[in-house]
């Protein structure tokens, strides 16, 4: 706590995590596949970090939706790059995906870890 630099890694590099799956899976042996990540989390990570949470009607409550949009295209479009209902089953099976990707990775190289 209170340092002003850090070493450069994977944890601290300014990388997004879309190239740090790709990087990790060109890591992996072709025996090793089961520890491929599924990409589809850097869509939801995205949504969740840079997204717009919106509600329908005068009385905000949930569920949210949740709205994430790309650059605009040469006509001042706004491409919708994710739409979704924030709703606590989808919440808890993004949750659940997550954790399980993230699991994953961290069985990857764990010392004394089955793999193949």
Known sequence: MGDKVACRNY???????GDLIKDYHRCLEDHENKHRIDESVVLIRDALAHGRVFVRGNDPKPPFELWKFGKANGEGKMPVEFSET??????KSKW??????????SSARRPGATRG
């Open 86 to 91: 924030l709703t606590q089953d989808w919440l």
């Open 96 to 105: 659940l995906l997550i954790d399980s990707e993230c699991q994953k990775s």
């Open 11 to 17: 944890l601290t590099n300014f990388v997004s995590l």
